[in-house]
């Protein structure tokens, strides 16, 4: 058993269930920024979009970083 302050290990990523889960990551993030595209403009529209991109980079880098362990 892992002490509570211990972070956990990654786990690899290079199975199918991982890789689907990330598209399924990926397209939600897609979805997101077209439905604020429709219902938002101006100032709104673009803080969705900046936080979606950030969202969708965290994501990237830590499935780069799995892959690597």
């Known amino acids: 058993m892992q002490p509570l302050d211990a972070e956990p290990e990654p786990q690899p990523i290079a199975t199918p269930r991982y890789n689907r889960r990330f598209l399924l990551a990926m397209l939600t993030y897609a979805a997101l920024a077209v439905l604020a595209a429709f219902r938002l ?4 529209r673009l ?6 991109g950030l969202f969708a980079f965290k994501t990237l880098l830590l499935v780069l970083k799995r892959r690597d362990v």
């Open 41 to 44: 403009d101006g100032r709104p």
């Open 47 to 52: 803080v969705v979009w900046l936080c979606l």
